[in-house]
């Protein structure tokens, strides 16, 4: 992957006085310099399929992302634009100005939370990193909604299903073991974003979408550090549909992605009654931070 130039290190303030690299610097190139090597095949399609293609990364932050992006893929062309959305506005009069001062000409700016934003009718690359819970269902979404070709999110900090894990401690057909995976609070946490990504994928395949899940970098750099990344092969996939809709009986939880999209859990037969296990002692501690 090719160096980003001195000149954009400066402007997102990644170079020391002296014109190098601190380590905190180094960790956020090496995430975003691996996920535009990801990510590569995907803005290369785009751009031989669609000349004048729109590219936007939802909930961008100080748009390390989109700079970084900009330069190795659309600095150089013709065509395509590159539409960041942020909801803080110092972030948004940030961008812009450096973007202005690096003559990023097709780098455009939009202040408003991922979900509220005005997204062009046709969107053919969508990236979202490290948009906090729900936000990165906003951002899936928008992908689907607008006909995404790619999709590419990590997400961060998933706790809303984590929540309705314990709200409503479901218990599926059966022996009512599976509800022993998220009994405790530390595991309901972990279960919930585990499922949580389990969903968020099965959900770009049942809208068609050919779905790689993968490491973006080493743990040494993210805790936050699954890629899910979306490719559209069909107008959509009945089968993973079926799975999805089973998912949501079988484990009880809504999540806003589907909620929004308007899948709902298939319709159970009530298993005979059984009686919940009853929690482990000292299940009920205080919660972790995002339970």
């Known amino acids: 992957m090719p160096d980003q130039s001195p000149a954009l290190l400066r402007e997102l303030h990644l170079l020391t006085r002296e014109g190098n690299l601190n380590a905190d610097a180094l960790r956020k190139l090496k995430q975003v310099n691996h996920l535009m090597g990801l990510l590569r095949p995907a803005v290369e399609?785009?751009?031989?399929?669609?000349?004048?293609?729109?590219?936007?990364?939802?909930?961008?932050?100080?748009?390390?992302?989109?700079?970084?992006?900009?330069?190795?893929?659309?600095?150089?062309?013709?065509?395509?634009?590159l539409l960041s959305i942020e909801g803080r506005p110092e972030l948004t009069e940030r961008?812009?100005?450096?973007?202005?001062?690096l003559g990023f000409k097709r780098m455009q700016f939009q202040t408003a939370h991922i979900d509220q934003g005005q997204y062009p009718e046709r969107i053919h690359l969508l990236m979202a990193l490290h948009a906090c819970d729900t936000a990165t269902d906003d951002a899936l979404v928008a992908a689907i909604r607008h006909g995404a070709d790619h999709v590419a999110v990590v997400p961060c900090c998933q706790a809303e299903v984590a929540a309705q894990l314990k709200e409503k401690r479901p218990v599926v057909a059966g022996s009512g073991a599976m509800s022993q995976l998220y009994a405790h609070p530390w595991h309901r946490r972990e279960f919930g974003s585990h499922l949580t990504n389990v969903i968020r994928a099965l959900t770009l395949e049942a809208f068609g979408?050919?779905?790689?899940?993968?490491?973006?970098?080493?743990?040494?750099?993210?805790?936050k550090n699954e890629l899910i990344l979306g490719r559209k092969v069909h107008r959509e996939n009945r089968r993973a549909r079926v799975q999805l809709e089973r998912l949501l009986a079988e484990t009880g939880v809504a999540p806003k992605l589907t909620r929004e999209l308007g899948v709902k859990p298939a319709v159970q037969s009530v298993p005979d009654a059984e009686t919940e296990p009853a929690a482990p002692e000292g299940s009920e501690a205080p919660e972790p931070a995002g339970a």
């Open 209 to 223: 979408y050919q779905v790689t899940v993968t490491e973006l970098t080493g743990w040494e750099h993210s805790l």
């Open 45 to 81: 399609d785009v751009q031989a399929r669609h000349p004048d293609s729109v590219m936007v990364d939802a909930g961008s932050g100080n748009a390390y992302l989109g700079f970084v992006l900009y330069e190795l893929f659309l600095k150089d062309a013709d065509k395509g634009t």
């Open 95 to 101: 961008a812009k100005g450096r973007a202005e001062r």
